[in-house]
């Protein structure tokens, strides 16, 4: 009878974390990879963004590529994009990562596949935009999962030329939030554990919850071990890492830092190191003017030296 009943009970938790979970993200329980005969944009209408025939300036002389966040698009960057483009850059985003919902194919939702594969497609979306506009390198931006994906793509796909840093497609990385070394999302990633600890497939529940590219941001996973390892930076590349100290998504938040390279080319810094008072949040980094003050100042060093900081 106690087998019995330990069984029942963990079936019917089971079927209750399986329900909780499906209305985790927006209702989004499971979502498939692009069907056949889905045909969705990667480059989106965005004010500010990809005009390919934004030629260079001297100022400027390198595009800056913007990449989002999980389970966000290039909307993310309605703000910065407008902003750097009134600086003088040349700016493009993508969508990346997209998948179907499981129950209507025709929703897509990005930032949510393989990271690995989004690193691939990240790849062809610069190569797009160096072939466009002439130009040999670009900058880029990446929030939350972003960064992740913007290294992977540096280490695996062409970003970055390890044999000779001089070809590197890459020349300066800013990240806000970034999953780095990984994430418990809040206290989520207990959730896993809990149920391997029950008997309950903890790792095979975990992409309900937080859909592939979420799972793959978790702490200790393969993904992030593969990125991290033989040290987190790439030669050759300037490095900029933004954090928040109210950061609740990327946690903790600390994680995000880079933890290999010299002062010189790796900079963590928090939000609350140039304004102690900014509450900014996960979704802040992308929208205040302390966290996009930073990112323009990481981007054009006589940005800082010609504009006050907006505390």
């Not at 554990?193 to 497939?201: E, F, I, K, V, Y």
């Amino acid at each position: 009878m106690p087998n019995n009943l330990s069984r029942n009970f963990r079936a019917t938790l089971l079927v209750a974390i399986v329900w909780a979970l499906s209305f985790v993200g927006n209702g989004i329980a499971v979502a498939e990879p692009l069907p056949p005969g889905v045909s969705v944009s990667t480059t989106p209408q965005l004010v500010g963004a990809n005009d390919f025939g934004c030629v260079p300036s001297a100022a400027h002389p390198r595009p800056v590529v913007l990449v989002h966040g999980t389970k966000m698009d290039a909307s993310a960057w309605e703000t910065l994009a407008p902003q750097l483009q009134s600086e003088g850059y040349c700016v493009f985003a993508l969508n990346y990562g997209g998948v179907s919902l499981l129950l209507d194919p025709s929703q897509i939702v990005w930032g949510s596949g393989d990271i690995v594969a989004s690193g691939r497609q990240l790849a062809t979306f610069v190569d797009e935009v160096l072939q466009s506009t002439g130009a040999a390198q670009v900058d880029m931006v990446g929030h939350s999962q972003g960064g992740v994906t913007a290294r992977q793509y540096m280490k695996f796909d062409g970003g970055t030329d390890l044999q000779d840093p001089s070809r590197n497609k890459v020349h300066t990385l800013v990240t806000l939030g970034a999953t780095n070394h990984g994430t418990t999302f809040g206290g989520l990633q207990q959730l896993s554990t809990l149920l391997t600890s029950l008997g309950l497939p903890g790792d095979a529940l975990a992409p309900l919850a937080y859909n592939m590219a979420g799972a793959q941001q978790l702490v200790g996973s393969s993904t992030l071990v593969s990125l991290n390892d033989g040290g987190d930076v790439q030669p050759g590349v300037d490095y900029t890492v933004i954090a928040t100290r109210n950061d609740a998504v990327s946690t903790p938040a600390e994680n995000t830092f880079l933890r290999s390279g010299d002062a010189l080319s790796v900079r963590n810094i928090w939000v609350q190191d140039l304004c102690p008072a900014a509450t900014t949040s996960h979704i802040g980094l992308v929208t205040d003017p302390v966290p996009l003050y930073m990112v323009k100042s990481a981007l054009d060093v006589n940005y800082a030296a010609n504009s006050a900081p907006p505390c």
